[in-house]
């Protein structure tokens, strides 16, 4: 239950700091940066080995989901408010 609700958490976080910005280039810059930390997350994971470095892999691999499902949004937000006119 604790990475579901990880990833959950982190969703909403990086969605709520991304729809603060105005422009799409400036929402994406928090996905990505989500994104260059997961990936240091688990190489970290993958150098450390053992029980640790399975912890840094898969905190990297749910931060990855996690802004991967953030841009998600973020790009439906957006064409659900370009369809209403509501650029």
């Known amino acids: 239950m604790k990475p579901f609700l990880t990833f959950v958490l982190l969703t ?3 969605v709520l700091l991304s729809l603060m910005a105005k422009t799409l280039k ?3 810059l928090f996905p990505v940066g989500a994104v260059l930390i997961s990936v240091t997350l688990y190489v970290i994971g993958y150098i450390a080995g053992g029980w640790r470095g ?3 892999a898969v905190t990297g691999g749910i931060l990855f989901i996690s802004a ?5 949004v973020i790009l439906i937000r957006r064409l659900i408010m370009k369809r209403r006119g509501k650029t």
């Open 68 to 72: 991967l499902t953030a841009v998600a």
């Open 12 to 14: 909403v976080v990086i």
């Open 26 to 28: 400036k929402k994406l």
């Open 54 to 56: 399975l912890g840094f």
